[in-house]
């Protein structure tokens, strides 16, 4: 039996997931063969996919705890590209210079630079992939930690929200932005990642880890934690919600196969049944473009917590 553990996009709410990862991989001992991730998943998992045993991978969550509690703010992963002033007028200039973006993402390559050996972790014992889209094919690509010419440059692409941070330049000629434009949950990234072993006598399986509220609370306005004060709220709020339902979407998928599989109806042979086990939240987890020291503690011990709750594989239908 092999393990796969998923983690989605979600800005600051990445905090949420490495709460649980660390209640997952030091509280219950858990080795994860496979890692995936996009967004600020992606973030997560270059740290923890680094590791090339269980006792490395304890230390690496502990490290990574370590690395989101040092943030300070907003400016240590983001900056405006006219920093000295208001918001509206950053906005403007951006438009009038013809920058590709609101923000630029130097603070978080330099923290990736930092915490991210990329031949340690081509080296790894875990199979890691990053999801970003290359905006001139309109593909989504699945970075593999082993042959992916520019890992750093991967993850930091995974995580750039069009038009909010940059495209960031990648071999091939490709321009790469957030994964989850295309693919808010990479669930068939770890499929994929654990087809590479033969089936055992038990099913894989897979902790998908989800910083976003559970399926009937997804549009509760009291969830939505931030108030319409301008345009870029707005449209913050419009992005978090559409994200939210289909990363649930992604996962009532996947456990729809697996119900056809249990039933011998499998849609594809190369489809084999997983185990899924499902974090969700269910409270607010704040902006994911806010990056405040309280509420990064806040969503690490909540996410802690509700993964300490997971004992049994998820079913349909959600709630």
């Not at 630029?104 to 990736?112: D, E, G, S």
């Not at 970003?132 to 309109?138: A, F, P, Q, T, W």
Request: charged content about 25%; aromatic content about 8%.
């Amino acid at each position: 039996m092999r393990r796969a553990l998923v983690m989605a996009a979600g800005g600051s709410r990445g905090a949420f997931e490495v709460g649980a990862a660390h209640q997952l991989i030091i509280e219950r001992g858990l080795w994860f063969d496979v890692i995936a991730g996009v967004s600020i998943g992606s973030i997560n998992a270059s740290q923890l996919g680094q590791a090339k045993d269980h006792d490395e991978s304890k230390a690496l969550v502990e490290e990574l705890k370590q690395l989101w509690f040092a943030i300070k703010g907003n400016g240590d992963i983001y900056e405006q590209w006219y920093p000295r002033v208001p918001e509206w007028l950053n906005a403007g200039l951006t438009l009038l210079n013809n920058k590709k973006s609101l923000y630029h993402l130097k603070p978080a390559r330099a923290l990736i630079e930092r915490n991210v050996d990329p031949e340690r972790l081509r080296n790894s014992g875990v199979e890691v992939r990053f999801g970003y889209v290359d905006l001139k094919s309109g593909r989504y690509i699945a970075a593999n930690n082993r042959d992916h010419p520019d890992l750093i440059g991967a993850v930091l692409a995974s995580g750039s929200i069009p038009a909010t941070f940059p495209p960031v330049e990648l071999p091939g000629d490709q321009e790469g932005v957030d994964g989850g434009v295309r693919n808010s949950t990479p669930l068939a990234d770890a499929l994929d990642a654990l087809r590479q072993w033969p089936a055992g006598d038990q099913p894989d399986e897979m902790w998908v880890v989800i910083p976003s509220t559970r399926p009937k609370d997804i549009l509760k306005p009291e969830l939505i934690g931030i108030e319409l004060k301008s345009w870029l709220r707005i449209g913050e709020i419009a992005i978090n919600l559409m994200r939210d339902e289909i990363q649930v979407n992604d996962v009532k998928h996947v456990l729809e196969i697996n119900e056809l599989i249990k039933n011998n109806c499998s849609p594809d042979p190369k489809y084999r049944y997983v185990d899924i086990k499902l974090v969700f939240a269910d409270e607010d987890l704040g902006s994911p473009l806010t990056f405040d020291p309280e509420w990064i503690r806040r969503n690490f011990k909540y996410g802690y917590s509700r993964a300490k709750e997971v004992t049994v594989p998820a079913k349909l239908p959600l709630s």
